[in-house]
């Protein structure tokens, strides 16, 4: 099962960054400090086990604040599974990337 | 307004995705350029707001781009299967091995393109009888300069000899060699006794010589290099008639790559009777030795002296060719033999010098690691000598005194320095995966050497062991040590 899958730390924390609200491959490389090298390929092996989903913004907004549309990305079921399973592993990952519900705590 | 340089740097950061998206598979390319386009419009504004320069900035925005490079590779190796064997096959002995065998294969490639190194390689082209030998004036330091007058063989020729049943002279001079119509070109030519090739024993090429061994010209033959450089690998060439000099000759023959390995290079040969080599410069003898002066042979040499009529006498050298050329495998396996023996100078030659500090591989893991540090030494060996060969023949046909020196110094450094390169790399291997340890770590500080040891720590990026290597060996802690680690560590290496 997916869920049950290991994750390598660097996969971890970009999906607690994504979970965190920072959904697109620039503001993850920013929360995580890893380089573009790094977050766009272990994105693409997250949306390709089915742990993330990409969607593009609507070209509308994009136009309206004058600049290009930009690809997002949201946790999958499997995803937020697999995520909490890998809080359990690395107990830090929270701290270093707090999510919205534990920094409105 | 934008300063001219953004427009460089957003040039070169566009081309840089450009020639990154060459790697995305078709299919994905359009839509891979929009995410990175947009992507680098939003990573421009956060690190250059207001369109301000710096270059500190564009090195951030650079480094940016150049990920792409490895996003799309991600995408070109296609599924996570292949990605995960990617990772596993980083610093793998498979890795490992697939790139000697590369360099090999293109060491191999270039020894058949190379003509040179093809005629060294298939010395049966150019095996000169036995029992030949090349002689020279002793009072001359060079074994390579012509010192014999035509007269003198002349002279030779007509006695009786004892020691010597057959003798052929040579020249080289400067020429000018012109065919149909162009204008001519000078070239080196040697003006040599009919019985030369024969007594040699080189075959030549010569389709038609019988047919035009009738005519009255003199009759010539080309060197492989002069024949495609001169007249374009003409196919009709043989039995053609051409100027040289003065004269006409007719072309009755072309001889193989690397053939000639007499002293003096030369484009072309002309065969004369001994009577009509005009007298003039001095010139090479080739002399054939009876069996039973082969015993008054020693290293090579046979000291001979000439009895004038007038009594008085003069001493030559005769150097035996089978000497002169022994073949580039000879030299292969001295350089090989010398560069085991130089090792122990360059490096320690023990690789079990390592204890683990709680775990002993099994005894199967030993042979594999044995077997991995063989094959890289056999896969070392072969690219040495096909290596040596490349880099010493690739820009030369013709045979040189000098080329077998070359070869030495090739063949040896690189034999030699391989071998280091095997021995440090195998060190560094970890004993039960056989990758190499990587994620080298600074582990205390100098000055508390005798307190807690300090050094470098390297990681097997499988999970199975730290190497760690004292930056100051002391007498508890000298060599480098692995350390095994047990399956608890599992969980911080992915899958």
Redesign the interface.
Known sequence: MASE?????T?AMILQAIDAGFV???SI??MTGL???????AM??LE??DLIRSQWERQSIADAEQ?????YYKLTATGRLTLETSRK?YPLLERMIPSEETKSI | MKPPADWVFRAFDQCLLRSASILVPGQQRTEWQQEWKAELWHVRRACAPAGRISLQVEQEITAFCLGAFQDAFYLRLGSRKRGVRLAQIHGSAWQCLFWLAAVLTASYTVANISAGVRAERHPEHYRVKSNLILIQDAHDTSDWAATIPVERYRAWKRLHQQYFDDFAFYRIQQETLSAGGNGGVVRAVGHVSANLFALLGLQVESRNAGDTAGGTERRLILSHEGWERDFGSNPHLIGSIIRVGEHQVRVVGIAPDGAWRLPGQADAWILEPDATIAPGAAGYVVAHMTPSARSEMWNGRVHITVYDTDGSDEDFWGISFAERTQGPWGIYLFTVMLSFLALPALTSVSIADYSFSSHKPSWTRDVIRWAFLSGKIIFLLTITYFLSLDLTYFSSIAYSPGASGVQFIVSFFICLFGLRWVVLDQRQRCPVCLRRVTHPARVGIASRTFLAWNGTELMCTGGHTLLHVPGLPTSWFGTPRWVYLDPSWKFLFAE
């Open positions: 899958a290991k994750l390598s730390h996969a697109y491959g620039f490389m920013e380089p573009s090298g790094t977050v766009y390929p693409r092996r390709s086990d600049r290009p549309a930009r690809k592993r």
